[in-house]
């Protein structure tokens, strides 16, 4: 991977881990979520309007299917996210996601974009799934619960997360396919995508409206926060992707934990910390061999 892409990954990490802390504070579902779109539209709008006025009038069929696409894919991880959350726990959930994201995402990379991946970058990416695991558990969500109860949500919380994950890789490929090989912009892929993010999340507004109306109170100076600098860190991973291999850039991602790990170990105050520290190293460590490889 080229220095330039990955300091692309890095700057993008620590924006993602602070968008995430904003929202974790709001502490939204869906209308959270269309609450950002809404900024995010409005935001990014100077730009994405100054580079959709050459670019989108060429486009054939072939791009607005991808953004058609991304937006869905988009929607479905979030819904899945949420819904795995309010049926397990965020300490099962979350790990499977990000750990299997990176993974499900290099391998169709590999076996379907014709990419290439050494054995360094293969180390690479191990040293990155074992790091998130460790950050989020460790050998605790390996453990059989003796309650039964537990034990099912525990399951469920297990298949939520993998099929999080395949929304995660599936958007992934998708948006670099985008970006790489038709050559379309990073920021419209994002910005145009969020159109068909709004549609979809629209529903939840208008299904009660007073009920919206009151959170939308509560959460606006978050929703701003995170509309506004959220697709800075997406949109920095894409022109990643223009730099260097999806199998790389894909894992790289999950760096954005190294920077969680700190916070939640010195400003949240949260347990674990020596797990959570090996975890960030061995991120740092994969990051470097994918860099390297």
């Not at 069929?61 to 991880?77: A, F, S």
Request: glycine share 10%.
């Amino acid at each position: 991977m080229p220095l330039s892409a990955l300091a692309l990954v890095l700057v993008a990490g620590i924006i993602h881990a602070s968008w995430n802390i904003t929202a974790k504070k709001a502490g939204g579902d869906a209308r959270f979520a269309l609450f950002t779109s809404v900024f995010l539209a409005i935001v990014w709008a100077p730009l994405g309007i100054w580079i959709a006025v050459d670019a989108v009038p060429g486009w054939r069929w072939q791009e607005w299917t991808m953004i058609v696409v991304t937006g869905l894919l988009h929607v479905g991880y979030y819904v899945i996210l949420l819904r795995g959350y309010r049926k397990a726990d965020l300490t099962v959930v979350y790990p499977m996601a990000r750990g299997s994201g990176p993974l499900l995402s290099s391998l169709v990379a590999l076996l379907f974009l014709d990419e290439k991946l050494s054995t360094l970058g293969g180390i690479g990416i191990a040293g990155v799934v074992l790091g998130v695991f460790l950050i989020a558990g460790g050998p605790k969500l390996l453990q059989t619960a003796k309650d039964p109860a537990h034990r099912q949500r525990t399951h469920i919380g297990i298949a939520y997360g993998l099929l999080t994950g395949a929304f995660i890789a599936s958007y992934t490929v998708v948006d670099g396919y985008a970006v790489k090989f038709m050559l379309m912009s990073p920021i419209l892929v994002d910005y145009m995508g969020n159109f068909v993010r709004l549609a979809v999340l629209a529903p939840a507004w208008f299904n009660d409206r007073a009920s919206a109306a009151a959170l939308w109170k509560q959460q606006w100076k978050y929703a701003l926060v995170v509309g506004a600098i959220s697709p800075v860190s997406y949109v920095l991973v894409l022109y990643a992707v223009q730099l260097a291999p999806i199998s790389h850039v894909a894992p790289a991602r999950e760096v954005s934990m190294l920077f969680a790990a700190i916070i939640g170990g010195h400003l949240l105050k949260e347990g674990d910390q020596m797990q959570r520290l090996l975890g960030a190293l061995l991120i740092a460590a994969g990051v470097s061999a994918l860099a390297l490889g």
